[in-house]
């Protein structure tokens, strides 16, 4: 690992600055809000490896997080997210399959071990913060990182941009195309959020410009989604809004492929050589793939990805964790399961549905838990409503 005093010197600011948060603010919401802000800052861009401030910086906001799991106001009586515990237990069968098949290398088993204890950790994390304080939280952190992004493009565009695409603080068009697509979808799904018309706005502005094909399609899948549950539901002037806002979107989305410069519905495919080369593993080594990582060519989307690696049993339990995510969606409500569409719809473009190591996995599951059914209770005795009895007024106070 490659720690420099930089390094350690920033460090040192973040925890003084989570120092300054922990004393000053007690809300869960605060400490969410850190933990994916510094863990989405360590996104790694794809084709370069992690460094050791990266590391640093993962575990610093897993330890926030951590720190949010127990700080609890009041008691909630929530449910766990089982949309996430199939989806480990999926995901680890298919981690299984990769050490039994290529050996036990550390290049497989450290992240098993990573995905397993992130998926823990995220368990805790439904089960002790209350969902509006995670939702809160994601939305705040997704808010900040949309905006630097832009305003970083503005400022240094030879840094936040690759080839006139929006690539922001995280050095990849992708990446900031998922976060700003989550963005959406949380605006849409929380009118109660203070700031709810201010993170759509930046949010829809970076999507748009990052030209990210997989998050557009996530966010269009949705906002399908969303159009036909307001017709069945007969919400006409809602159903009218959301016309008028989708034709608006089409119109920029159209405006800006007309330039040179910036090709939204570009056609060429530039992911074509991971897919041919996992259908050569399809055709060589069905059952057992070449192995965790050792792919000479980039292969985005997570079932390809899988396949290629372990095979078809791997193939099988990335399938598995989609269905069983999307059937407990299902049950838990209309927004879990619109959460959950999007999420998946991005996941077979990108490679992160299964690895506990992305900043876009922690930030999916915590906006994924966010939209769970929970009640809440207060543990605090003296805040309980204590029920006043029916005292009927003397007839003699009575003014006449």
Same mark, same amino acid.
């Given at each position: 690992?490659? &720690?420099?005093?930089?390094?350690? &010197?920033?460090?040192?600011?973040?925890?003084?600055?989570?120092?300054?948060?922990?004393?000053?603010?007690? *809300?869960?919401?605060?400490?969410?809000?850190?933990?994916?802000?510094? @863990?989405?800052?360590? #996104?790694? +861009? #794809?084709?370069?490896?992690?460094?050791?401030?990266?590391?640093?910086?993962?575990?610093?906001?897993?330890?926030?997080?951590?720190?949010?799991?127990?700080?609890? /106001?009041?008691? @909630?009586?929530?449910?766990?997210?089982?949309?996430?515990?199939?989806?480990?237990?999926?995901?680890? $069968?298919?981690?299984?399959?990769?050490? @039994?098949?290529? !050996?036990?290398?550390?290049?497989?088993?450290?992240?098993?071990?990573?995905?397993?204890?992130?998926?823990?950790?995220?368990?805790?994390?439904? %089960?002790?913060?209350?969902?509006?304080?995670?939702?809160?939280?994601?939305?705040?952190?997704?808010?900040?990182?949309?905006?630097?992004?832009?305003? &970083?493009?503005?400022?240094?565009?030879?840094?936040?941009?690759?080839?006139? %695409?929006?690539?922001?603080?995280?050095?990849?068009?992708?990446?900031?195309?998922?976060?700003?697509?989550? $963005?959406?979808?949380?605006?849409?799904?929380?009118?109660?959020?203070?700031?709810?018309?201010?993170?759509?706005?930046?949010?829809?502005?970076?999507?748009?410009?990052?030209?990210?094909?997989?998050?557009?399609?996530?966010?269009?899948?949705?906002?399908?989604?969303?159009?036909?549950?307001?017709?069945?539901?007969?919400?006409?002037?809602?159903?009218?809004?959301?016309?008028?806002?989708?034709?608006?979107?089409?119109?920029?989305?159209?405006?800006?492929?007309?330039? #040179?410069?910036?090709?939204?519905?570009?056609?060429?495919?530039?992911?074509? +050589?991971?897919?041919?080369?996992?259908?050569?593993?399809?055709?060589?080594? +069905?059952?057992? !793939?070449?192995? @965790?990582?050792?792919?000479?060519?980039?292969?985005? *989307?997570? /079932?390809?990805?899988?396949?290629?690696?372990? !095979?078809?049993?791997?193939?099988?339990?990335?399938?598995?964790?989609? &269905?069983?995510?999307?059937?407990?969606?299902? %049950?838990? !409500?209309?927004?879990?399961?619109?959460?959950?569409?999007?999420?998946?719809?991005?996941?077979?473009?990108?490679?992160?549905?299964?690895?506990?190591?992305?900043?876009?996995?922690?930030?999916?599951?915590?906006?994924?838990?966010?939209?769970?059914?929970?009640?809440?209770?207060?543990?605090?005795?003296?805040? #309980?409503?204590? +029920?006043?009895?029916?005292?009927?007024?003397?007839?003699?106070?009575?003014?006449?």
């Amino acid at each position: 690992m490659n &720690l420099s005093f930089e390094a350690i &010197l920033i460090g040192l600011v973040a925890l003084a600055a989570f120092a300054i948060f922990a004393v000053c603010v007690t *809300s869960q919401k605060v400490y969410v809000a850190t933990a994916v802000s510094l @863990y989405m800052l360590s #996104q790694t +861009p #794809q084709g370069h490896t992690i460094s050791g401030l990266g590391i640093a910086t993962r575990a610093f906001a897993l330890a926030v997080l951590a720190t949010a799991c127990f700080l609890r /106001p009041q008691a @909630y009586t929530t449910r766990a997210s089982r949309a996430l515990l199939a989806t480990t237990i999926c995901g680890t $069968g298919a981690y299984a399959v990769e050490i @039994y098949n290529h !050996g036990r290398s550390s290049s497989a088993i450290v992240p098993a071990v990573v995905y397993v204890l992130v998926g823990v950790l995220l368990l805790s994390a439904s %089960r002790t913060i209350d969902a509006a304080q995670l939702r809160s939280g994601v939305a705040t952190a997704i808010a900040g990182a949309t905006g630097l992004s832009i305003l &970083l493009a503005l400022v240094a565009p030879g840094t936040g941009l690759v080839a006139n %695409r929006l690539a922001g603080i995280f050095r990849d068009a992708n990446s900031t195309g998922f976060f700003a697509g989550l $963005g959406v979808v949380i605006s849409v799904i929380s009118p109660r959020l203070r700031f709810r018309n201010i993170l759509l706005g930046m949010s829809a502005i970076a999507l748009i410009w990052t030209a990210s094909r997989s998050a557009l399609l996530a966010v269009a899948v949705a906002a399908v989604l969303t159009g036909v549950r307001v017709l069945i539901t007969n919400e006409r002037k809602r159903a009218l809004k959301y016309a008028v806002a989708g034709i608006a979107c089409g119109a920029i989305i159209w405006a800006s492929t007309a330039r #040179q410069n910036l090709l939204i519905l570009r056609t060429q495919n530039t992911r074509e +050589p991971g897919i041919e080369y996992t259908m050569e593993i399809v055709r060589d080594r +069905p059952w057992i !793939g070449v192995g @965790y990582g050792n792919n000479p060519v980039e292969i985005a *989307s997570t /079932p390809l990805r899988w396949l290629a690696q372990d !095979g078809v049993p791997a193939l099988i339990a990335v399938m598995l964790a989609y &269905l069983i995510a999307l059937i407990i969606s299902w %049950r838990h !409500g209309w927004t879990a399961f619109l959460v959950m569409t999007f999420g998946i719809t991005s996941s077979l473009f990108e490679g992160w549905y299964l690895a506990g190591g992305s900043g876009l996995f922690i930030a999916f599951w915590l906006a994924h838990t966010s939209t769970l059914r929970q009640p809440s209770t207060s543990a605090h005795p003296i805040s #309980q409503e204590i +029920p006043i009895p029916n005292v009927r007024r003397n007839s003699e106070f009575r003014t006449r």
